[in-house]
């Protein structure tokens, strides 16, 4: 065919169209990536496109002055009613003339890429699930009586190929209104995702641009964070974070359940304080975004299994005994209204990740999500550390799961002198091995506790206590200074060469900082904490080890530490640890809270929502409970770093 040949970039699409064709059309034809919202009326400008002139030996074209079209008057009223950059076109207003190549600039592209920092981590391809559609209705008539939602059913399918979409009640209520307000032309808020039918969220008389926003909310025991994303640019615009309200009935999950059990209505009264912890959440991030919470349309939620269930107003009664069995463990479409979220837009949607067992949540399936073990080439051990801890452990092949409880330790709960991760907090620790002298570091300065400074840096926050990732340092280098051995006791001043140890009722302590003189605490490390400490690590240990066994491994390729305090857990000291196994240091590394990194691309690409679903439906999940495995790894784990498992890597 002689017809012209037309070139898109960066997806390389090409194809031959007649003279007169619009490029937006020629785009659609072949699949290229171009947006619309107007569906080519030359109003929302979201078509824009760069066509390039001049030789191309690479596509084998020359791309002559007049390949595109004259402005006609549409693109030149845009123009100079609301301006176009240099160089561009509207993509549904320039026809084809001659052979030419078209760019696609980013923001023109409806699946853009959003951009993560993390080499290893997957992209997010944009693909939400609320979409703008402009349309125009046909006015009644008298001779052809139908009504005004008929109507606009036949313009979404015939201008978007839309076929049916169920509306509210509310929604309906709005539609005469705003149809004639907008002198029969309106804006669509549609919301479109695999496993929902297609629902009409809202009209906007007239052409409506939004923005439109979603929630990425992820639901801890302790905190609820959220990141605010715009859901055209996948852009996070703000992110916050508050308490869980429901640290009044309990600090840990267990505890919450037992609150459950103990008094009646009392998930009720847990579910109305989480639901409210929420709505005030949302009040705050729209607020620090400068928006209105009815702009946002869309919600995805993940949570360990009591948060889902409490959450969603089912008494989590028998996830607190075995076989810990769930209400469901799928994903949940729901309206975010019937969650209680009552400030968000009336129409917006939630999404609940679905869970993996009764003791692994939809936290791990966004982990899943966020990590791909599955699609991994190498041989992957994810661990979220928290409360509880989760793990996976797999690749292309086959993906296994297991929930550990290594309590709160970690957090810096149950240890003399632990607290959580604030300013004042010793994060990160060294231990002369000859002198057996500490040197540490506090959240909120950036000088060593032995540096010039130290002290003035340290005015305002003092030296408050030893946060999670501040006691596995401390832990691992008391053993390697000699100061603690394997089974885990603190050596006398006699067996360690320094008064810092020393006799505390039976057994000893470590003295870390004095701070009595101005006031300060005491900060010490006791052996009991030392237990605490065992305790945790040995369970995560195990639960990986016996993945491992499971798995038919005796080591992994790599090791990801996800969840927000595997974020500042040092490898080395980890392994020094025996808190994971043996591994290349070079081959461990820290996703940062994964989970919540999860939830947001699942609110971004609603494809990855039926993606992790399928993931998570051939994940296998392995009950640590009832395996007599763990409890013999258990007791091996609880020695430091190990009583039987060796660690090659450290004994480089
Ligand atoms: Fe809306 Fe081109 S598609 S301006």
């Not at 008389?205 to 992820?218: I, K, R, S, T």
Request: one cysteine or more.
């Amino acid at each position: 065919s002689t017809d012209p040949l037309v070139i898109f970039t960066p997806s390389g699409k090409r194809g031959r169209f007649p003279v007169g064709t619009p490029i937006l059309t020629a785009a659609r034809q072949l699949g290229v990536d171009l947006d619309s919202v107007c569906g080519g009326r030359g109003i929302c400008s979201k078509c824009q496109i760069t066509p390039s002139y001049g030789e191309f030996p690479k596509h084998g074209v020359t791309v002559q002055a007049d390949a595109l079209s004259e402005w006609n008057a549409v693109e030149e009223r845009y123009k100079s009613k609301r301006g176009l950059i240099d160089g561009r076109r509207l993509g549904c207003q320039a026809q084809v003339q001659g052979d030419v190549v078209i760019d696609v600039p980013p923001e023109s592209q409806v699946h853009k890429q959003v951009v993560r920092k993390r080499a290893e981590a997957r992209d997010i391809t944009l693909n939400p699930s609320v979409h703008l559609h402009y349309v125009e209705v046909a006015e009644p008539d008298m001779h052809d009586p139908s009504g005004d939602l008929e109507r606009l059913r036949e313009a979404l399918k015939a201008q978007w190929g839309l076929e049916g979409f169920e509306v509210s009640l509310p929604v309906l209520s709005r539609l005469q209104k705003a149809l004639r307000k907008g002198e029969w032309k309106a804006t669509c808020v549609i919301h479109k995702a695999p496993g929902s039918p297609v629902r009409l969220l809202d009209v906007h008389p007239g052409l409506y641009e939004g923005p439109l926003y979603g929630l990425a909310v992820d639901l801890g025991s302790t905190t609820i964070a959220a990141h605010l994303c715009d859901l055209a640019t996948g852009e996070v615009v703000a992110s916050s974070g508050v308490m869980n309200p429901q640290i009044r009935f309990g600090e840990d999950l267990m505890s919450r359940v037992s609150y459950s059990m103990m008094n009646a209505g009392g998930d009720a009264e847990m579910t109305a304080a989480v639901r409210e912890g929420m709505n005030q959440l949302f009040a705050d991030i729209a607020a620090e975004a400068g928006i209105t919470e009815a702009q946002i349309v869309d919600a995805v939620f993940v949570c360990n299994p009591v948060m889902h269930h409490l959450f969603l107003g089912i008494d989590p009664y028998e996830l607190g005994q075995a076989p810990f069995a769930l209400a469901t463990s799928e994903a949940l479409r729901l309206s975010a209204r019937d969650l209680g979220l009552t400030r968000l837009h009336p129409e917006a949607r939630a999404y609940l990740l679905p869970c993996i067992a009764g003791h692994v949540g939809a936290d791990a399936a966004a982990v899943a999500l966020s990590e791909a073990p599955d699609k991994s080439e190498d041989l992957v051990l994810v661990v979220d550390v928290g409360t509880n801890a989760e793990i996976l452990l797999g690749n292309r092949e086959k993906v296994l799961a297991c929930s550990s409880p290594t309590g709160p330790a970690f957090e810096g709960a149950q240890i003399s002198s632990g607290q959580r991760a604030a300013p004042g907090a010793i994060e990160r620790v060294q231990i002369d091995p000859v002198t057996k002298e500490p040197r540490f570091r506090v959240i909120g300065s950036d000088l060593w506790s032995d540096e010039e400074g130290f002290a003035a840096s340290i005015a305002t926050t003092g030296i408050t206590g030893i946060c999670g990732s501040g006691i596995i340092e401390m832990v691992a280098e008391m053993r390697m200074a000699g100061i603690v051995d394997a089974p885990g006791l603190i050596g006398s001043p006699e067996q360690t060469g320094t008064d810092r140890c020393f006799l505390d009722g039976r057994t000893y302590s470590y003295l870390v900082w004095d701070g009595s003189a101005e006031g300060g605490p005491v900060i010490t490390v006791t052996n009991r904490d030392i237990r605490e400490i065992q305790m945790a690590k040995a369970a995560l240990y195990s639960g990986a080890r016996l993945l491992m066994d499971k798995f038919g491994v005796d080591s992994v390729d790599r090791i990801v530490l996800a969840g927000a305090f595997g974020a500042h857990i040092s490898p080395k000291h980890a392994m020094v640890l025996g808190m994971i196994p043996d591994c290349e240091l070079a081959k461990v590394t820290s996703a940062g809270n994964a989970a919540g990194t999860g939830a947001r691309i699942a609110l971004l690409n609603t494809e990855a929502r039926s993606e992790i679903e399928e993931t998570v439906r051939r994940i296998h999940k392995i009950e640590t409970a009832i395996e007599p495995r763990f409890q013999e790894h258990f007791v091996n784990a609880s020695a430091i770093p190990n009583a039987v498992e060796p660690f090659p890597v450290l004994a480089r």
